[in-house]
């Protein structure tokens, strides 16, 4: 049987490294309402939380590591003491189980920078999911794995106490950069690991001089040449992924280093609301046997399950091993980018669908991390509402947003890397008004950037943002090219764009002081 004592766990009954059917055994037999789909994936439930907890993140403030640490909503501080708190808090409840389950896995597929991984957890549905998610190793490297880089303490079914200082709920997901460890309290989310794996990512990949990106990455199968995809949630990131003529390098997680680009995951965790296998067929024949199926509803006599049925919640996810894509390219590390494409999901209905970006504009446009939310999808949302996430990935960072800026530029400039900006959002007016961009036009954008025929195509300049909008692409009316020519009022649409504008400019405000006159200026104006 595994040891935990190093940890204060006396617990015996310890699995480490179950296999899919052992862990299936496991969650049938002692998860709450866990059960099978049709397909044979496992579904599972993550409880009161069914997404991410951002407010709740806590970083340990330390004298080794504070002066490097971007402090403020997105890291917020926390007392060493306090977190020595959680994690005897965490310790005690694992202490009450009958059962842990151990992963010990590896982040990063470039063994040069990959961390070794342990997640020490109560329900073997986060056992399964880390499984996916990690670099799953092979027998000969399990007995030689050693002490981990990291480790997950997730007792998330137990909370923490919210008149602990510091503490602001009965969540809280605390890291201590200087013990590699982190603690989960009071959320039961599975997304919270995998996100935690990539926060430590974010601060020791740049100290190597290395980029780490929020993106998903495909290759060319013949060069071997790569491109990135930057998108917040809900731009089509991990769907313009799943492309059968490329090779699947990730879909979420990667590192740029001066050998190319290497995926940090061994799985992808693809959204599921409304999923199809006529929109996405990789996607939804992935969601099989050995595959996590979180908070979905299906159907009690067949168990097929309804991915149009957002009643528990929108974010509805499927978790699964990336060899279940038949394109997948493994090991997942590919050559330098030849593309860095950031996609936005404009429900302004202003952006153009594809422009081509100057080396200070990507820079602008890559700390700016703009995609914008409809009205519906949160209470109080009544019209469009744009949202900025520094380098697409906000939540996750832990320097400053310039410091992940300055390595893109340096590497863009260094390996004379295209640069794009694509809106999968609104065209013929705003959410409300206009259509959402087909998808077949994204597909075509994207494969006509992949193919290198808009490397000279014909540009416009847009007279608001100052971005050279492609105005040739094949397989793409001309006419929706030029966002302005697909409104009926084209005063409605100067109006909306300057509306738009003054939002990015007054978003950047809190970043101007950090880049350059050139950056600054690479941005829209406001007036």
């Known amino acids: 049987m595994f040891d935990l004592s190093q940890y204060e766990i006396e617990v015996k009954k310890i699995f480490r490294n179950a296999s899919p059917a052992a862990l299936?055994?496991?969650?049938l037999r002692y998860e709450k309402n866990a059960t099978l789909a049709d397909t044979g994936a496992l579904i599972a439930y993550s409880g009161d939380k069914t997404g991410r907890s951002p407010k709740d993140k806590r970083i340990v403030k330390h004298s080794d590591s504070e002066n490097d640490v971007w402090w403020g909503t997105v890291n917020i501080g926390l007392d060493e003491q306090v977190f020595c708190v959680n994690r005897e808090r965490a310790i005690d409840y694992l202490?009450?189980?009958?059962?842990?389950?151990?992963?010990?896995a590896f982040a990063g597929w470039d063994p040069k920078y990959r961390i070794k991984v342990r997640v020490i957890c109560a329900r073997p549905y986060h056992a399964l999911f880390m499984h996916n998610m990690l670099i799953r190793p092979t027998r000969e490297e399990l007995e030689t794995f050693g002490e981990p880089d990291c480790v997950i303490i997730n007792a998330g079914a137990f909370p923490a106490n919210r008149y602990t200082t510091g503490m602001t709920s009965k969540t809280s997901v605390d890291l201590s950069l200087e013990r590699r460890e982190v603690v989960?309290?009071?959320?039961?989310y599975a997304g919270e690991m995998k996100k935690a794996v990539f926060t430590l990512m974010n601060y020791l990949m740049p100290k190597d001089g290395?980029?780490?990106?929020?993106?998903?990455?495909?290759?060319?199968?013949?060069?071997?040449?790569?491109?990135?995809?930057?998108?917040?949630?809900?731009?089509?990131?991990?769907?313009?992924?799943?492309?059968?003529?490329?090779?699947?390098?990730g879909d979420d997680e990667h590192c740029w280093t001066d050998h190319g680009v290497f995926n940090i995951e061994g799985g992808c965790y693809a959204k599921a609301i409304y999923l199809t296998r006529e929109a996405e067929p990789q996607i939804f024949d992935a969601l099989r046997y050995g595959a996590v199926l979180e908070n979905v509803v299906y159907d009690q006599a067949d168990h097929h399950v309804d991915f149009d049925d957002s009643s528990i919640t929108e974010n509805t996810r499927g978790a699964y091993p990336i060899e279940y894509i038949p394109n997948a390219k493994i090991p997942c590390i590919s050559g330098q980018p030849t593309d860095v494409i950031f996609l936005t999901c404009d429900a302004f209905g202003v952006l153009p669908p594809v422009s081509r970006l100057t080396p200070e504009q990507a820079e602008y446009h890559f700390i700016s991390g703009y995609t914008a939310k409809v009205a519906g999808t949160e209470v109080g949302v009544t019209e469009p509402e744009a949202t900025f996430s520094p380098c697409f990935g906000g939540?996750?960072?832990?320097w400053h947003?310039?410091?992940?800026?300055?390595?893109?530029?340096e590497r863009i400039q260094r390996y004379d890397t295209?640069?794009?900006?694509?809106?999968?959002?609104?065209?013929?007016?705003?959410?409300?008004?206009?259509?959402?961009?087909?998808?077949?036009y994204t597909r075509a954008i994207v494969d006509a950037i992949h193919a290198g025929e808009l490397k000279d195509a014909p540009l416009q300049q847009e007279p608001c943002f100052g971005l050279n909008m492609v105005t040739k692409c094949p397989n793409v009316p001309d006419k929706i090219l030029i966002p302005r020519q697909t409104w009926a009022d084209g005063d409605a649409y100067d109006a909306t764009a300057k509306k738009l504008a003054k939002l990015f400019h007054d978003n950047f405000q809190s970043y101007a002081d950090g880049v350059s006159e050139k950056v600054r200026q690479a941005g829209p104006s406001p007036s």
């Open 24 to 27: 299936y055994e496991e969650a």
């Open 95 to 104: 202490n009450t189980r009958q059962r842990l389950y151990v992963l010990d």
């Open 184 to 188: 989960i309290l009071g959320t039961q």
């Open 210 to 249: 290395v980029l780490p990106m929020h993106c998903s990455a495909t290759c060319d199968p013949e060069t071997d040449s790569s491109s990135v995809l930057f998108g917040l949630s809900g731009t089509g990131k991990t769907t313009l992924s799943a492309d059968p003529k490329r090779g699947l390098i």
């Open 395 to 398: 939540p996750f960072l832990v």
């Open 401 to 409: 947003p310039g410091k992940y800026a300055e390595l893109l530029s």
């Open 418 to 440: 295209n640069v794009w900006l694509i809106n999968t959002g609104w065209s013929g007016g705003a959410y409300g008004v206009g259509a959402r961009m087909k998808l077949a």
